[in-house]
C-alpha cells in the first residue's frame, strides 16, 4: 500500500510539474508575444491608447516606419484626416514645423497637391497616359513638342474667334449649348485649344505688363496650361463684357449646376487658389467625361485633389 502511495505521489507531483512548466511557457509565451506587439512597442514610445489605434489603421510596412521615428503626437492626428497619404508623412510634418496654425487637414491638401513646393519647382512630367484625365499644372507640364490629337474646329455657332477642341469635348459641348438654350442661356466659347507658342506669348504679355508674379496668378507658363490639351475652355455669354463679370450672369449660375452633367468642371473655384495655384476663373472649365466630372463635383474637391489622391495611383 505504502508503494502505492508513493507511486501516486510521485504521479501527482510530475503532473503538478508539468502544469507548471506549461504554465510558465504560456507565460513566457504571452509576455514575448506582448513586448513584440504593436501595441507595446507603440506604447514604450510614448503613444497613449487613442494614438495607438490611430497608427494601427497603417499598413505593417508603414507601422515599423513609425516605430524607427521618435514619439509625435502630431503623427496620429495627421493619420486621421480624411486625404492622409503615407508617403507624404515626413512633409507633412515639415510643413506642420513652419505652420502649425494651420489646419492639419489642409496641410495634408496641400502636400499632397505639392503645394509645399513653390509653384513651377519638383515638376513632372504630365502622364499622358491618362487620357482625358491628363493633369497639368503648375507641378505637371506638358513637354514643348506635346501633340494634342483628335482637334476639331469648333462651329462658329458656340464660339468668338477661331477654336478647336478635342472632338470628345466638343460633342459633348454642343449637348451642353444645347441643354442651355432649352433654358434660355446662351453658352458661348471665347477660349479653347492653345499651343505652346500661343501660351508662351500670353504669359510673357502680362508678365512685362505687370510683373511675373502677376502672370502666374493669372496665367498659366508654356506647358503647363490645361488650354494644351484640348480639353479646357473659357466660357462667357452675351453682354459680358469682361471675364470676371461672367459669374454675375445667370449663365454662370446654370454651368455651376450643370456643367458636369456633360463632363465638365469648374477648375479653379473660389476660396481654393492656394491650392490650384490661380485666381478663381468662374469661366474656365475641364473636360473629364461625365463619369468623372459628376464624381469630382460630387467629391467638393478641386481636380488637383481628387487626381492625387484617386487617379494617380
Avoid at 74 to 83: A, E, L, W, Y
Avoid at 282 to 295: E, I, N, P
Avoid at 298 to 311: F, H, M, V
Wanted: aromatic residues 16%; hydrophobic residues 30%; glycine residues 4%.
Amino acid at each position: 500500500m505504502r508503494v502505492k502511495r508513493r507511486l501516486k505521489r510521485s504521479v501527482i507531483v510530475a503532473i503538478c510539474i508539468i502544469i507548471m512548466v506549461v504554465i510558465a511557457i504560456i507565460m513566457c509565451f504571452n509576455y514575448y508575444k506582448k513586448i513584440n506587439s504593436y501595441e507595446y512597442k507603440l506604447g514604450k514610445i510614448g503613444y497613449n491608447e487613442t494614438e495607438i489605434e490611430q497608427i494601427l489603421k497603417l499598413d505593417q510596412k508603414n507601422i515599423d516606419n513609425i516605430l524607427t521615428k521618435e514619439y509625435n503626437k502630431v503623427i496620429p492626428k495627421f493619420i486621421k484626416q480624411k486625404h492622409f497619404i503615407y508617403e507624404n508623412l515626413d512633409r507633412y510634418l515639415a510643413y506642420y514645423k513652419e505652420n502649425q496654425r494651420t489646419d492639419k487637414g489642409h496641410i495634408v491638401t496641400l502636400v499632397n497637391v505639392n503645394c509645399d513646393n513653390a509653384f513651377y519647382t519638383k515638376t513632372n512630367k504630365a502622364d499622358e497616359n491618362k487620357g482625358n484625365l491628363i493633369l497639368v499644372n503648375k507641378y505637371n507640364y506638358l513637354t514643348k513638342d506635346y501633340k494634342t490629337d483628335d482637334l476639331v474646329d469648333v462651329s462658329v455657332l458656340y464660339m468668338y474667334g477661331k477654336q478647336k477642341m478635342k472632338k470628345e469635348a466638343y460633342n459633348k459641348f454642343i449637348e451642353l449649348f444645347n441643354a442651355a438654350k432649352k433654358d434660355n442661356i446662351t453658352i458661348i466659347i471665347n477660349s479653347s485649344y492653345r499651343t505652346y507658342e500661343y501660351q508662351e506669348d500670353l504669359w510673357q504679355s502680362y508678365a512685362n505688363g505687370h510683373g511675373e508674379e502677376w502672370a502666374d496668378s493669372y496665367a498659366a507658363r508654356a506647358g503647363y496650361s490645361e488650354h494644351e490639351t484640348g480639353l479646357a475652355i473659357d466660357v462667357t455669354t452675351y453682354g459680358v463684357k469682361e471675364q470676371e463679370d461672367f459669374e454675375k450672369t445667370d449663365a454662370y449660375k446654370w454651368m455651376q449646376d450643370n456643367a458636369y452633367k456633360y463632363g465638365f468642371i469648374l477648375r479653379y473655384p473660389k476660396g481654393k487658389e492656394d491650392i490650384t495655384g490661380y485666381n478663381y476663373e468662374s469661366w474656365h472649365y475641364r473636360y473629364l467625361g461625365v463619369d468623372m466630372a459628376t464624381k469630382v463635383y460630387n467629391s467638393g474637391l478641386t481636380y488637383d485633389e481628387y487626381y492625387t489622391y484617386y487617379i494617380k495611383k
